[in-house]
């Protein structure tokens, strides 16, 4: 099984966060200055339908919009463009235009919790794998400008995936594709991109810079997803038996009823 991917689109809002972190998201200010030095795409508008009657619009974009908003912010414009060529040509293609058609049949409140990273049942799970699939593919490599090795030192960007393997009252365990190590978060992270779950598909980015670092879950997808159960032991994805396990195993069993055929001869 591969390590999950990000989820493939996000608002706008998630734009302004990763150019502003700690900013007011609903400003429009930063969006300009991004759009304005070719750092972020139009996005695409679905015209929502309900009843017969128009229902407003949700605006959606490539998730390589957001990584050209964090370029930009570190004043890589020149790949934070790049990043957002590529978020056109996948905005403009096929399978997004699909995604966008298929939005417009869903109900408001559903395109934006799926723009949000919620997996609903009303959603077509393999467009959206094969929007991430895409993004893969069209994302152009990392590439990092240093003025020094100190600086290289310094600024840093630790990008992890992983499955969400424990869960507790206030924190959360991540099982790491790769090393098998874990990494420990506070469980609202979790629970703000949808990922709130055993099993959860996660991406956990985190930027290092002299003295700040900056913590990112990023909802992830499974291009290969595999049914996940929390008492398998041999699942890589859990290796422990968590509160949850435990909570589910206690208890007394209950009966086993086995049907036996018997032959009646007359």
């Keep these: 099984m591969r390590a999950p991917v990000e989820w493939p689109i996000a608002s706008r809002e998630a734009l302004v966060r ?69 978020a056109r040509e996948l905005e403009t293609g096929e399978i997004f235009q699909r995604l966008a058609d298929h939005f417009a049949e869903l109900p408001r409140d559903a395109v934006t919790a799926t723009v949000a990273g919620e997996l609903l049942p009303e959603l077509n799970v393999n467009l959206v794998r094969a929007a991430a699939e895409a993004t893969r593919a069209a994302e152009p490599p990392r590439t990092e400008a240093y003025h020094s090795p100190v600086e290289q030192a310094l600024a840093q960007m630790l990008i992890h995936h992983g499955h969400v393997s424990e869960l507790h009252l206030h924190t959360a365990r991540v099982r790491l594709r790769g ?24 991406v956990v980015r985190t930027e290092l810079s002299r003295n700040r670092a900056m913590v990112e879950v990023v909802p992830g997808i499974d291009l290969d997803p595999a049914p996940y159960s929390p008492v398998d032991r041999t699942d890589r994805r859990t290796v422990a038996i968590t509160e949850e396990d435990a909570d589910r195993l206690s208890g007394t069993a209950a009966p086993l009823f086995v049907p036996v055929p018997v032959v009646i001869h007359e």
């Design 18 to 86: 990763a150019f502003q972190p700690g900013g007011d998201e609903t400003s429009e200010a930063p969006y300009r200055t991004l759009r304005r030095n070719h750092c972020a795409t139009e996005g695409l508008s679905v015209r929502l339908r309900g009843g017969g009657r128009l229902q407003g619009q949700v605006r959606f974009f490539s998730r390589l919009n957001v990584r050209a908003a964090e370029c930009a912010r570190l004043g890589r414009f020149e790949q934070a463009a790049e990043l957002a060529d590529a």
């Design 179 to 202: 090393d098998n190590s874990e990494i420990l978060l506070p469980r609202p992270l979790l629970h703000g991109v949808h990922r709130d779950y055993l099993g959860g598909p996660v």
